[in-house]
């Protein structure tokens, strides 16, 4: 099946955001300041601005960090997907299978993806594959994809709905999304999706959605750097 | 592989609620009588009450439909939660294909199950397959989740990370998982998931998940059995 | 006292807005397209998209609203946030009665403000009071708010805590706060709390919340003009 | 005015809860066994379940403690309700000032009630008011609650709308309200609401708020001792 696309990487590109570091100053200040706090809405934020930020942070005041907006577009296998769904303060809009052929582009592990667990539920490390255990991989998930997607076209050609004919195909599909969050919910989504060493509490991610909450985390840097600053000195939580 | 096990049919348990109409009674009595709305705490609701059920569902004042609890032990092929998590007002735990090796059982469709598609994306209907049609069906779905499984079994004795190995296998697998809702976020759910002559607006939901939502909907109308009547003769809107 | 100030508006200002209709085109159209729905979010929503915005309205497709975001300062009184503050779909942050002294300003009623109210609780209609109506609460407003301004300020310098001197501060002394939703959730806060003739169902909100909701109103639909419309058609519903 | 009633407690009755120990095992154990978890849905938490309880607290993995349900019943000042509405996890229904007439019962502080603040924003300490700040308090707060009452009785018997003579009452009139929520967000609203050696971070509640929610603790650790000890000893940061 010549058309047949395999990718071991994943996108996430920021649409859109309405974010600063300001936004946080104005939300925090109207608390003393009422609307005397309207100034910092449309000035940038000053060193003094980062303690207030950094104190927000530490003590966990957390509303100040949602009023802003980033809108992000995800293409990642569904596996991820499953995953980054079940983040309930998002919004999503997703390709549908119903409403459209699906396009056979499918994941498959890059060489460098740890393919060993060792540990527990709950607290997972994970290890370099052997060669052999890589081709392994490689070749399942190669074959699988092929035969899936041929059954898929096999079935649409004989006039079997798309939500029918799409149940056979695998967990490695690519999709595409776009993800609305504020701040305050997107460093949950980072805090549980990145494993890091300065985090106050282990989170144990499967390597896929950290590759999407990574790139998701950069976008956040550079929008909100003095945010982004106070959430990694902080242990990485969540406010 | 002898093991394996095809299913047609969802499972959706109800594991515990705590759900009277008379919740319903109380909360919305608050408005008006303060601490005496609590003797409708512990008294069934009477036809008086239906009144003012009826009224709070048609006007749709909402937040007394939210003090009572419904959890519901569901099993369904991935492409079901796919769908069901989108609904963001619940609580969801799941079975994890990254914490334990999964089980062998797929969705197939049963002979009854209408295979093709017209109409445009939105508006589906759906109208019964040939023989020669769900034959198809059939033997790709048990072709592709043979495969798939054997592939998985393949990676796991060979080392590889659960999480990794499941990624060959396909939508139609099933998972399992625990839905804590309440009623105000179930009738959602059944508004926008059952297809229904006296709705207000047309849902055309994939058949897999309204079978989930009709077991659902049984389950409703027994806790809550005015709730539900004013439900379906308002439009079946969530108020 | 001769610094308290009396007002009979309420201040509803857009502090900024990340909305467009093409923010809805591409959301929806993702459905079908997947990334080629990318290039809706750079232009602008063309006379067919309206169409789409339309039918998503219509039939209740409400995910596609929510990629967009509004912040709004309120100043109103106190019984007016108390109302606001029930939507739980938004951001809040406001000035804080613990944190700083609260300024004088507080609520009176203007002439036209219709102080009387028939009909039975879901359903008032309010129709216009006498001059004496009108004297009567215009005087015992006014006196109240100095007496209890005044209670403050001894409380205050006697050296009690802010927190427990506000106690005495009725429900019409102004507070104010910003006020982040997606047009998803602002559609909802309209519909709910604006009296329409061309609602699908009746809504009866106090005429002070209306009055920020109808500002709110004003700002939505010149941001987000056609998916405003599509609101306003289809009888005034959060998708 | 002899019928007026000053308190200086709040209520906390606990109306219903579904809620015990042995949901958080049955909603962590389908991740590993699937099915087979149900039987813990029948079954109380043993000794071994309570090491899961640890972990998952420990390790902050939330959303097992989300399949339970708390119903309070609460009195208190309107200002403690203006803080507790602030959480928007959680279902309201509150007496209306608009639908009755509200009664006379007010809150004054105890004299055990700590009036002078000292410190920062944020970072309040509170300490002991000498006997004259204490009855300058009583007598500033009793006098304007019953001059406030009287003006709201004139204003009724006058003709004027409930909801218009209302903005005259202060902010220590009581309200009542049933909350409904579940144990995860219960122990977010005690994390923020009550002030404690053992907390990872510092909260510094309003003391009215904190009577509220040490009662609901009180009730939470009697329905589910296990999570209520796992939740104490792991720095009371609700996971």
């Known amino acids: 099946m010549s058309d047949i696309v395999f990718r071991s990487d994943v996108t996430t590109e920021l649409v859109r955001s309405a974010a600063h ?9 109207v608390s003393t300041q009422g609307s005397t706090s309207l100034a910092a809405a449309t000035t940038e934020a000053s060193d003094r601005d980062q303690g207030l ?19 992000f577009f995800v293409e990642a296998p569904i596996f991820v997907f499953r995953e980054l769904m079940r983040h309930r303060m998002a919004s999503y809009n997703e390709e549908s299978g119903r409403y459209r052929e699906l396009r056979p582009i499918f994941y498959v592990p890059a060489r460098e993806r740890r393919l060993v667990q060792k540990g527990k539920p709950g607290a997972y490390e994970f290890h370099e594959g052997t060669e052999e255990q890589f081709e392994i991989v490689d070749a399942e ?15 649409l050609e004989a006039g079997v709905a798309r939500e029918v004919a799409r ?36 989170s144990f991610p499967q390597r896929e959605i950290e590759m999407v909450a990574e790139l998701m985390e950069k976008h956040f840097a550079e929008a909100m750097p003095m945010t982004h600053a106070a959430f990694d000195v902080n242990g990485r939580i969540a406010p």
């Open 21 to 29: 570091d300001s936004d946080v100053v104005f939300a925090a200040r």
């Open 53 to 71: 930020i950094r104190f927000l942070m530490r003590d966990r005041h957390g509303s100040p960090f949602e009023h802003n907006s980033f809108t």
């Open 141 to 155: 998930v190669r074959a699988r994809s092929e035969e899936a997607y041929a059954s898929y076209q096999r079935m």
């Open 167 to 202: 149940t056979v195909l695998p967990l490695n599909l690519y999709s595409s999304a776009y993800v609305t969050v504020n701040a305050r919910s997107l460093m949950n989504v980072i805090s549980l999706r990145t494993k890091h060493e300065g985090a106050a509490f282990p």
